[in-house]
C-alpha cells in the first residue's frame, strides 16, 4: 500500500461477527451490521486493511501468558463465560486475536503515513481487558497492543490513547500508568462500571500525569464533551506533543444507547471528531485512527459512525470555533475545577477556552 493522502484505511470484516453473543446480550455481531451501514457513503475514500491474527509476542507485550491461555483455551467451545458479562463462543478467540492484530496493522500503517488515517470497526472491545484477565465484554486489549506494537516496532516515543467510551478503559488506564511515554485520557461516565477513573487516578511513578480521568456525572451531552476537549484535552495533549493519537471511540454516550446515561448527540460526535483532527494536524501530522469500543444502541453506532467519518473526510478539520461557554454554576466549569485541582499545576493554560 502507497501513502495516498485521501485515503482512510477501515479494517471490516464480516469474520468479527463470528464471536457470538449469549441471547439479550448488548455486544451482539448487529452492531457492526450498523457500523458497515453507515459506512457505505464514504466507500471512494476507504482502504480495506486485509485482518489478520495477532501474533502471541503482541499479545504478550501487554497480557499475561495465563490471560492468553485462557482466551486460547476456550477456542471451540460453546457458552464460555469469564465473569458475569464477558463470553466466549466456538471462534471467539479467532475473533479476538482478528480484532487485535488487525489494529495493529492499521496503526503501523497509519503511523508509516500509508494512509492519512484509519478505523478499525472489530470487536469483542478492548479497553476493559486488563494484563491478566478478560472483563467488560473485553477479551484483549486491542488498543493498548497497538500502541506497544508502534513502540516496539516503530520506535515511536509518545503516544497519546483517547477514550470516549461511555465506560472508563480500567485495563488500558492499568497498562500505562507507569509509563510516562504514553498519555492516556478518558471521559466517561461516573460513577459507573467498571468503578474505575476517579479524578485523583493520575498515574503512579515516573508515570504520575500523564493518565488524565475526566469522569462525569449522568446526563452530560455535547457541551460537557466538547466543552472537556477543548479546555482540557486538547492544551494537556499539546504540551504532551505525542507522535501519534489513537480514540478508543466508543459510541455508548450516544442519547440512544440502553447501557450509558448520557446525552451526546451526532452534532457532538462531529465536533468531537473535527477537534480531534485537527488536534492530531498540530502536533502529529495528523496521524490519527480509530478504534471502536462500546455502543450498543444501532442508531448511535451508525450517527457516531458518520460523524467521525464526516470529520475525516473533510477537506479540513471542521469543529466549533468558539469555545463551549462554562459559567460558574455549570456543570462544564464543576468539571474543570474538579480536574484542574489534580493536572492544574502541570498544565497553567488547563481550562482556559
Known amino acids: ?38 459506512l457505505e457513503p464514504y466507500l471512494e475514500h476507504l482502504t480495506r486493511v486485509a485482518p489478520r491474527p495477532a501474533g502471541d509476542e503482541e499479545i504478550l507485550r501487554v497480557h499475561s501468558p495465563e490471560h492468553l ?81 508502534l513502540q516496539a516496532e516503530l520506535g515511536l516515543e509518545k503516544l497519546m490513547i483517547l477514550d470516549w467510551d461511555v465506560h472508563h478503559g480500567n485495563g488500558t488506564q492499568h497498562s500505562f500508568e507507569h509509563d510516562p511515554t504514553v498519555l ?11 468503578g474505575t477513573g476517579a479524578f485523583p487516578e493520575a498515574g503512579i511513578g515516573a508515570g504520575l500525569g500523564t493518565t488524565v480521568n475526566l469522569p462525569m456525572p449522568a446526563g452530560c451531552g455535547d457541551a460537557e464533551y466538547v466543552g472537556l476537549l477543548q479546555r482540557a484535552v486538547v492544551p494537556i495533549a499539546r504540551r504532551f506533543a505525542p507522535e501519534m493519537i489513537l480514540v478508543s471511540c466508543g459510541f455508548d454516550a450516544h442519547r440512544d444507547d440502553p447501557l450509558g446515561g448520557m446525552q451526546v448527540s451526532a452534532a457532538g460526535y462531529l465536533a468531537m471528531a473535527g477537534l480531534v483532527r485537527a488536534l492530531a494536524r498540530d502536533v502529529c501530522q495528523e496521524r490519527l485512527m480509530y478504534v471502536l469500543e462500546g455502543g450498543y444502541a444501532l442508531s448511535g453506532l451508525e450517527e457516531g459512525t458518520r460523524a467521525i467519518m464526516d470529520g475525516l473526510v473533510a477537506p479540513e478539520p471542521t469543529y466549533p470555533g468558539t469555545p463551549i461557554p462554562a459559567p460558574p454554576g455549570s456543570t462544564l466549569q464543576a468539571l474543570i475545577e474538579a480536574a484542574a485541582q489534580v493536572h492544574g499545576q502541570r498544565h497553567p493554560d488547563f481550562g482556559a477556552p
Request: charged share 20%.
Open 69 to 149: 491461555e485462557a482466551i486460547t483455551s476456550s477456542a471451540g467451545q460453546s457458552g464460555t463465560h469469564f465473569d458475569a458479562d464477558t463470553f466466549g463462543s466456538e471462534d471467539s478467540f479467532a475473533v479476538a486475536s482478528l480484532a487485535a492484530g488487525s489494529t495493529v496493522d492499521l496503526a503501523l500503517r497509519v503511523a508509516k503515513r500509508e494512509v492519512r488515517a484509519g478505523l478499525s470497526a472489530i470487536r469483542p472491545p478492548g479497553h476493559h481487558a486488563e494484563n491478566d484477565h478478560p472483563m467488560g465484554f473485553c477479551l484483549f486489549n486491542n488498543v493498548a497492543i497497538a500502541a506497544r506494537a
Open 1 to 38: 500500500m502507497t501513502e495516498d493522502p485521501t485515503s482512510i484505511a477501515l479494517v471490516e470484516d464480516t469474520r468479527f461477527q463470528d464471536h457470538r453473543a449469549p441471547a439479550g446480550h448488548p455486544e451482539r455481531s448487529e452492531r457492526l451490521v450498523a457500523v458497515s451501514r453507515a
Open 184 to 194: 492516556y485520557v478518558s471521559t466517561h461516565q461516573y460513577p459507573f462500571y467498571p
